[in-house]
């Protein structure tokens, strides 16, 4: 589906602005144990991004592609949850943020296992 196509290219672009505004512009401000839990929001959003993108052309190819736009939808909400609490929490310091983190982790999982069976099914 389009929708995926240009929402995991959003991610993507996305993904590469933060991983250098964190390389760059973050680099004095954050202590070596924060910049590794931003790089690793970085290295999740990118790599879901991609799977937006491989999503969306599966869904444009699949005849019946509406749990392949399903599962597309909850690796999103696993980049916003996922990546953006690691983002929040290496900015902000504040722990509780990290409490966020595995919802996003659950959303990853559910998008992968929703795409199988979209795959599966053909």
């Known amino acids: 589906?389009?929708?995926?196509?240009?929402?995991?290219?959003?991610?993507?672009?996305?993904?590469?602005?933060l991983g250098a505004f964190g390389a760059h512009a973050l680099k004095e401000r954050l202590n070596e144990s924060q910049q590794k839990t931003y790089q690793t929001g970085v290295q999740y959003h990118l790599a879901h991004g991609l799977g937006l993108v491989l999503i969306g052309l599966y869904a444009g190819m699949a005849e019946q592609s509406s749990l392949a736009v399903l599962a597309g939808w909850f690796i999103f909400a696993g980049i916003v949850l996922f990546s953006g609490s690691l983002y929040a929490l290496s900015l902000t310091g504040i722990r509780k943020l990290g409490a966020i983190t595995p919802l996003g982790g659950v959303a990853f999982l559910a998008g992968w296992v929703l795409f199988i069976v979209a795959a599966a099914q053909g």
């Open 1 to 17: 589906m389009d929708t995926m196509l240009i929402l995991g290219g959003i991610m993507l672009f996305l993904a590469v602005a």
